[in-house]
C-alpha cells in the first residue's frame, strides 16, 4: 500500500478527527474494515532495527508526531497523516497514541465501529460522552474501554481549564465483528512494585474486558524489581510500552516512551529500575 492509499483508506481516530474537514469526516469508513482489510499482517520494523527474529525495539523518538496547537499527539503506528509501512500494527495491536491536549479541549462528537478503544489516563480529567448516554470523568489510576461494535458516537475532553490532560489511546481489532456496544470505567490496582492486571477477555476476571484474546498489566515501581512475565497464550505477543523511567526487557535497555515487541516464546524477564511505569499488552499476532 502506498502512502496516499493509506491516507485515503485510513480511519482518522481520535488525535486527528478535529483537524478534518468535514466533507472527509463524512466519507469516514468502518474502523474495522478500512483497517484490517486494507492493511496486511505487519508488525516488523526496518530490517536495520531487527535484533533476532522474536523481538523489535521501537524508540520514543521513532514515533510519529502531530502537533494541532491543542492536542500533542505520538503515534506508535500508522494513523492519520503518519504513515510508515513497516509500522502498522502489532498484531491485532493497531493503535497506540501518547496524547497531551490542552486545558478545555478535545475531541468531538464521532463516530467508531467494531474496534476495541482503550483510554489510560497518565495526568488530568478526561471527561467522556457517548451515543448510549454515558457520561463520565476518567482520572489517573483508571481505565475506559469502549467497544465499538455495531457502531458509536462519543466525544472526550480536558475537563480542567488550567492543566492539560494525558493519556494513551489504544486500539485492538476484535475477534468478533458487530457486537453490541459496549462501555466501561473502573478504577485499577495500582499497588507498587508488581504487574497489576487492568484487561483481559473475561468479564469475571481482574480489570475490564474486551472482544479479544488480550490481556494488559500496568506495573509502577518505586524500587528496582526483577521479575518474568508468562503469556496466557504462547501464540501471542507482547508489546512492552515504557510510560516512564528506565527498564530492561530480555536485557535490551528501554528508556521513557520506548518499546518492545516480542512473538515466538513463553515468558520472559523484565528489570524495572526505580521510578519506571510499565505497560505490558500481550495480544494476538493474528488477525
Known sequence: MDRKKFIRNSIFGLSGILALKSKLIAQKESTYDSLMDKVGFNHLPTKKDIKTMNYVIHKASSRGHANHGWLDSHHSFSFASYYNPEKMHFGV???LNDDIVDPGMGFGTHPHDNMEIISIPLEGDLEHKDSMGNTAVIREG????MSAGTGIKHSEY????????KFLQIWLFPHTKNVTPRYDQIKIDTSPNKLNQILSPDAEDEGVWIHQNAWFHLGNFNKQQNMDYQLKNPENGVYVFLIEGSAEVEGESLNQKDAIGLWDLKQFSIKAEKGSKI???EVPMKI
Open 93 to 95: 495491536l493497531r493503535v
Open 142 to 145: 483508571e481505565i475506559q474501554v
Open 158 to 165: 480536558n475537563r480542567n481549564k488550567d492543566q492539560q490532560v
Open 279 to 281: 505497560l505490558l499488552m
